[in-house]
Every structure is written in structure tokens, then in C-alpha cells.
């Protein structure tokens, strides 16, 4: 099996470093031939390393160094930037494109923004996968409709089960099946209001942004599609921007430039 180290063929058989699954969150430029990469791996949790040459015009890698594009990657260093020795790409890139390239995009600022660095969550990387997988699926779906960021399609079903994964791996997870003030299960024959670090608690008179009971054991239950999916919005985005501060995500401006 060979391998790219800075475009140049190497074997596997690498000095120093294990390789394991990773993807690019971001890139940046580096000094005159280099790329520090942004990486999501499945084994260290985020890190960067500096990939050396790969934007000289020798290099046979530049281009395929994308997001959303499975590598296998070793690198060594024991500060928090490392030096990539060997990367490998076992599967074709996920091809988004259109909504589905400005989803992935956001989810790419989410794990950037909210992911400390080296601690791996296992779980969320294989939720990644799965959720690059749906994107690719839903944008085969709807080949030739119109672009718009407020649609209620599967892709954006598959951001919200995403963000509630990313939600409970880091510790922030919502109850769906009790009442976060009296401790009593979730009825489907009351109403409820969601409070960010509380929960939900149920309610007399239903609101525009209460959920039924019926909505929030759906959740619970992972039927996401059978739920009012502004409300769903409004309760992951509530959650999420109480970890991201008052700093906004890039990538919003994307989806406000697709309306």
C-alpha cells in the first residue's frame, strides 16, 4: 500500500505516528508551500497539524485535501500543532453541493468552535459520517428544486439529530422523558416549554413555541420527522448558542445569501 507525504509516494510503513480516519474542518495557508489543517479525527478529538509542500507545484495532493473528504492521517509532535508524515485517502470525498455543502459547512464551524482538542468522541465521529452520508442522499432527492434554507427536508432533519448528538457528547444533553421541574414523565397530553439548562416543564396554555407531549416523546424516541420543525430550530439553536457565546458562526451568512 503507498501513501502522499508532501507529494511525494512514501510506503505505509511510517516512522512515527498511527494513521486513523480523519476529516478536514478547515485550511489555511502557511507560509509559502504549507496548509495547517483543522482536523476532526475519529481516535485524538480535534487538532491541527502543518501538512509541509502541499501547495508547491510539485504536489499531487492539494486539491484532494477538502472538507468532507475521508483521510487516513499520521502525524507527529507533541505541542498542540503537529506535522502530518503520512496521508492516505481511502474513500472518494461525500460531493456536496448547494444546501447540502452549506450544511456541512456550518456542522464543520460547530465541531470547530465547540470540540476541545484531543479528546476523542467516538460516537460523534461516527455521527458525522452518518450524517455526510444523509446530505449526500437528500441532495440526490431533491436534484433540480429550488435552494432554500428554510425547507423542512430530511436534510435538515439530519442537521437537528446531529446537533442533539453533539449536544450529549458534550455533556449538554436534554432530557425528553421527564419534567425537569416536578420529575414526572413526559405526558403526550400535556404541553411543555423548554428552558435551556432546566429542560422541559409543562404548561397550562400552549404557546406558539411549546411542544405537546406527543412532540417531545417523539424526540426521545428519534422522530425527529413527525416534529414542528421550527420549534426543533429554536431548541437546538437555544442550547447550542449558550456554548458558543456571543461570538457569531460564519457560516450563517451563508444560508441568509441562499434565501
Do not use: W
Request: contains cysteine.
Amino acid at each position: 500500500m503507498m501513501s502522499v507525504l508532501s507529494g511525494v509516494l512514501v510506503t505505509t510503513m511510517y516512522e512515527a505516528g498511527t494513521l486513523e480516519p480523519a476529516y478536514i474542518l478547515h485550511a489555511r495557508n502557511y507560509r509559502d508551500t504549507s496548509l495547517i489543517l483543522d482536523l476532526f479525527t475519529r481516535d485524538s478529538g480535534r487538532y491541527s497539524v502543518v501538512s509541509k509542500g502541499v501547495r508547491s507545484p510539485r504536489s499531487k495532493i492539494r486539491s484532494r485535501l477538502q472538507p468532507f473528504s475521508p483521510l487516513l492521517i499520521a502525524s507527529v509532535g507533541r505541542g498542540e500543532l503537529k506535522t502530518s508524515t503520512t496521508i492516505d485517502f481511502p474513500r472518494k470525498p461525500f460531493g456536496l453541493m448547494g444546501k447540502g455543502l452549506m450544511l456541512g459547512l456550518y456542522v464543520n464551524e460547530l465541531l470547530y468552535r465547540l470540540l476541545d482538542r484531543f479528546e476523542p468522541i467516538a460516537g460523534l465521529y461516527q455521527g458525522y459520517e452518518d450524517l455526510l452520508s444523509e446530505l449526500v442522499l437528500s441532495e440526490q432527492s431533491m436534484s433540480g428544486q429550488q435552494l432554500s434554507i428554510k425547507e423542512s427536508g430530511g436534510e435538515v432533519t439530519a442537521i437537528r439529530r446531529f446537533e442533539l448528538c453533539l449536544l450529549q457528547e458534550l455533556g449538554y444533553g436534554i432530557n425528553f422523558e421527564y419534567d425537569s421541574r416536578d420529575g414526572q414523565p413526559i405526558s403526550a397530553d400535556l404541553d411543555y416549554r423548554f428552558v435551556v439548562h432546566e429542560g422541559f416543564h409543562a404548561i397550562r396554555e400552549s404557546q406558539d413555541e411549546t411542544f405537546s407531549g406527543v412532540e417531545v416523546l417523539r424526540i426521545a424516541s428519534g422522530e425527529l420527522e413527525q416534529v414542528d420543525s421550527k420549534r426543533l430550530l429554536n431548541l437546538t439553536r437555544l442550547s447550542l448558542a449558550e456554548l458558543l457565546g456571543d461570538k457569531p458562526l460564519k457560516s450563517r451568512s451563508l444560508f441568509r445569501g441562499a434565501r
